[in-house]
């Protein structure tokens, strides 16, 4: 067994799959460590839920949050001009990437995009809503008048 820290192969981009495989695999932006790049927390309260989605390097302007049945869709996209120069001229390698990821959720369909809430900051987008309560059936009044 090869040693491992925090749960990663250490010897993964030495050993690990030819390198044409590992090129052409994922998404060409964050490579293969894109199931990696949305990293969430899911918390359970009496009340609702809380998710803590990491989204470094992101801005507020680049994430969206939708909601269609029953599902909550996070998405980031980040874009950047190719051609962009500093002024010292232009780029010969970049490491900071941009393009788009995004993750879905069910919360179920009775959840109104009123009653979710979101905050980001630091690079992490927090999100809560509440549970869903449970519809009682309703009574219908049997009896019948008399006149």
Known sequence: ML???????????????????????????????????????????????????????????????????GYLTISAEKKTDADEKDKNGKYIRRERYYGSCSRSFYVGEDLKNEDIKAKFADGILHISFPKPQPQLPETKNTYIAIE
């Open 3 to 69: 040693p491992s820290i925090f749960g990663e192969n250490l010897f993964d981009d030495f050993f690990g799959t030819p390198f044409d495989e590992e090129f052409f695999r994922g998404n060409p932006h964050y490579g293969k460590k894109e199931n990696r790049v949305m990293k969430t927390d899911i918390k359970e309260s009496d009340n609702g839920y809380e998710l803590d989605i990491d989204l470094p390097g992101f801005q507020k302007e680049d994430i969206k949050i939708s909601s269609d049945n």
